[in-house]
Every structure is written in structure tokens, then in C-alpha cells.
């Protein structure tokens, strides 16, 4: 059974950074496609950034490019989301999820492509 276990979130003012895991188990990882999305309060859940195992090829929501920054530890099976110049605007729960194949940009940022999900962190971003 895959498990997606996020953690990193906190409080912090305009201007910080954090960093956020997302640890995977449960599969060989060989293939994968693993990715960011966030949820604020009485919104949609957006995508935020992705990254491909095989190719590692990355992708990023315009509101957070030259900001956020996804990378993978392959031998840690986990998959980190650096966050800087953080604005109040980033504030939501972040939530990790992952596919188990290389998905084209043409689908990447869709929710309904990715199987697993974490439970979520909750970032804050006090102004």
C-alpha cells in the first residue's frame, strides 16, 4: 500500500522560506510522477509544482515560479518542495500526491491524474 507522508509546514512571515517533504513507501519507484498542490480556505485545490522520477523533468504553477523549488532524494524515495519569498497569498494546506507513471505537461497539473495523496501540511504566511 503506497503511503504519502508530508511534513515541514509551520508559521512564518512574509518573506521567509520553509521547507516541505513528502516521504513515499509502499512501491518501487521507478517511474513516477510526484507533485505539489494547495488548498486555502474556500478554494480549489491548485497545483503547485511537479517532478518526474525518470526524466526529472519539472513543472510550476506561474504563481510560484522563480520561488518554490521541487527536487527528489532517490535513495530517500521523497520528494522536497523549498519555498522562499513566501507571501501571505502561499498560505494553505499543502498536499502531496503521486502517479505512477511519467505524466506529459499536457496533464501534470491535474488533480485527477494522480492516485495517492498525503494528508496534507498547513502553511501560514503571517503578513
Known amino acids: 500500500q503506497v503511503q504519502l507522508v508530508e511534513s515541514g509546514g509551520g508559521l512564518v512571515q512574509t518573506g521567509g522560506s520553509l521547507r516541505l517533504s513528502c516521504a513515499a513507501s509502499?512501491?518501487?519507484?521507478?517511474?513516477?510522477?510526484m507533485a505539489w498542490f494547495r488548498q486555502a480556505p474556500v478554494k480549489e485545490r491548485e497545483f503547485v509544482a511537479a517532478?518526474?522520477?525518470?526524466?526529472?523533468?519539472?513543472y510550476y504553477a506561474d504563481s510560484v515560479k522563480g520561488r518554490f523549488t521541487i527536487s527528489r532524494d532517490n535513495a530517500k524515495n521523497t520528494v522536497y518542495l523549498q519555498m522562499n519569498s513566501l507571501k501571505p497569498d502561499d498560505t494553505a494546506v499543502y498536499y502531496c500526491?503521486?502517479?505512477?507513471?511519467?505524466?506529459?505537461?499536457?496533464?501534470?497539473?491535474?488533480?485527477?491524474?494522480?492516485?495517492?495523496w498525503g494528508q496534507g501540511t498547513q502553511v501560514a504566511i503571517s503578513s
Open positions: 500526491a503521486a502517479d505512477f507513471s511519467t505524466l506529459s505537461r499536457l496533464v501534470v497539473t491535474r488533480r485527477r491524474f494522480y492516485n495517492y
Open positions: 509502499g512501491r518501487t519507484f521507478s517511474s513516477v510522477t
Open positions: 517532478i518526474t522520477w525518470s526524466a526529472n523533468s519539472t
